[in-house]
T-cell receptor
Framework: QQQVKQSPQSLIVQKGGISIINCAYE??????FPWYQQFPGKGPALLIA?????SEKKEGRFTISFNKSAKQFSLHIMDSQPGDSATYFC????????????FGIGTKLQVIP | DVKVTQSSRYLVKRTGEKVFLECVQD?????MFWYRQDPGLGLRLIYF???????EKGDIPEGYSVSREKKERFSLILESASTNQTSMYLC?????????????????FGPGTRLLVL
């Protein structure tokens, strides 16, 4: 059973466009929702994270939107650039779970010039 | 600068061999994790450790074991490698936060070990 469902698996966006990746979760105990970015040949690195007490968090061109009632959250990349081409993983964790998180399957983003 | 290193970037092993994957972190983190990454399946947790000599099974522990004798080092062991264990293996570490409201903490990943079992 996939606890964190992520879509789409792949995404092609034109330079300057908006990239949108969606995630949904089942476990209502989840209270921490990070996004990780992975470039080829590298391990994932934390991009941005949100807790359910806020509905939106923005860091530069990256924004997380969170809908607690729908148990969904999404990553928006504004003004997408070729350098944003990477695989993006959403994840979810809970305070009582030894601080481990469950990852989505990943979205491979390609930003074309 | 935060650093998680993995002993090998690429490994080729034969079916039935015992395989050791080593991970070292220099951040004095309490938590350490082993994942495998496969296309279409994302990152799946194999085992994690929240203290020296302590370990917990993740979502897919079958066919694997781990060892954590020192705080900075976490080893993943494939007792008898099989072809379905061909994968990218990622190690990560994170700081333990005792505040119950802290929840998850940033995980710092190594570069990964790509293992091919023939």
């Amino acid at each position: 059973q996939q606890q964190v469902k992520q879509s789409p698996q792949s995404l092609i966006v034109q330079k300057g466009g908006i990239s949108i990746i969606n995630c949904a979760y089942e476990n209502t105990a989840f209270d921490y929702f990070p996004w990780y970015q992975q470039f080829p040949g590298k391990g994932p690195a934390l991009l941005i994270a949100i807790r359910p007490d806020v509905s939106e968090k923005k860091e530069g061109r990256f924004t997380i939107s969170f809908n607690k009632s729908a148990k969904q959250f999404s990553l928006h990349i504004m003004d997408s650039q070729p350098g944003d081409s990477a695989t993006y993983f959403c994840a979810a964790g809970d305070s009582g779970g030894y601080q481990k998180v469950t990852f989505g399957i990943g979205t491979k983003l390609q930003v074309i010039p | 600068d935060v650093k998680v290193t993995q002993s090998s970037r690429y490994l080729v092993k034969r079916t039935g061999e015992k395989v050791f994957l080593e991970c070292v972190q220099d951040m004095d983190h309490e938590n350490m994790f082993w994942y495998r990454q496969d296309p279409g399946l994302g990152l799946r947790l194999i085992y994690f450790s929240y203290d020296v000599k302590m370990k917990e099974k993740g979502d897919i522990p079958e066919g694997y074991s781990v060892s954590r004798e020192k705080k900075e080092r976490f080893s993943l062991i494939l007792e008898s490698a099989s072809t379905n264990q061909t994968s990218m293996y990622l190690c990560a570490s994170s700081l333990y936060l005792p505040n119950i409201l802290a929840g998850g903490e940033t995980q710092y990943f190594g570069p990964g070990t790509r293992l091919l079992v023939l």
